[in-house]
């Protein structure tokens, strides 16, 4: 049980585009969902919380309109990385959790290169 | 603020027992967890105390004392799967479930 997905696994794209990924619970309830970056040899740094259909809670120093959050069901939430810049290149996690206190299950991750 | 400290790197010997430590100094708790992550993976959940005390869980066991605000991932058995980084994160409580990771521990299980 507590199963999470994401999609794409992987993306390369040129520099000004944007990028959607989507984060999907299989097999329970995500009222909450987390939008980690990772750096390589670096920790997982939260950028945002979504809770389902309402705005996402931005962490300090992150930019909500350039990391665009949809929390738009209790399986379903997309990041759009727009106009992505070669700085944005790393690895995106989500996670969902049922609810407080509770754990968090990770997604595969994202690994995004910006050219 | 949060501040979570972990060592760098360890390494150990494939049958030994190893312990890694975290140390928190954060207001507010709700609970403290371990996760591991292979290199290129997101990170799988190992364990969680909430209370002061043992937890074990097979091979793996997680201590808490809230008052001295430190944890301990204890590893025995060790095998060449383990090879990973250990990662311990702060639960805020509240009406979410954020947690602030640590900067995560390598450790290298050696034959």
């Given at each position: 049980g507590a199963v999470v997905s994401q999609?794409?696994?992987?993306?390369?794209?040129?520099?000004?585009?944007?990028?959607?990924?989507?984060?999907?619970?299989?097999?329970?309830?995500?009222?909450?969902?987390f939008w980690y970056r990772q750096f390589p040899k670096q920790s997982l740094m939260l950028m945002a919380t979504s809770n389902e259909g309402s705005k996402a809670t931005y962490e300090q120093g992150v930019e909500k309109d350039k990391f665009l959050i949809n929390h738009a069901s209790l399986t379903l939430s997309t990041l759009t990385v727009t106009s992505a810049h070669p700085e944005d290149s790393s690895f995106y996690i989500c996670s969902g959790a049922g609810g407080p206190p509770d754990t968090q299950y990770f997604g595969p991750g994202t690994r995004l290169t910006v050219l | 603020g949060q501040n979570i400290d972990q060592p760098t790197e360890m390494t150990a010997t494939e049958g030994a027992i190893v312990q890694i430590n975290c140390t928190y100094q954060t207001s507010g708790f709700n609970g403290l967890f371990w996760y591991q992550q292979h290199a290129g993976e997101a990170p799988t959940f190992l364990s969680y105390n909430v209370l002061d005390g043992l937890?074990?869980?097979?091979?793996?066991?997680?201590?808490?004392?809230?008052?001295?605000?430190?944890?301990?991932?204890l590893l025995k058995e060790l095998q060449m799967k383990d090879s990973a980084s250990y990662l311990c994160a702060w639960g805020g409580?509240?009406?979410?479930?954020?947690?602030?990771?640590?900067?995560?521990?390598?450790?290298a299980v050696q034959p």
């Open positions: 999609h794409p696994s992987w993306v390369i794209c040129k520099s000004g585009t944007s990028v959607k990924i989507e984060c999907r619970s299989l097999d329970f309830q995500a009222t909450t969902m | 937890e074990e869980k097979g091979r793996f066991s997680s201590f808490l004392s809230r008052s001295k605000g430190y944890s301990y991932l409580g509240g009406a979410t479930n954020k947690l602030i990771f640590g900067t995560g521990t390598l450790l």
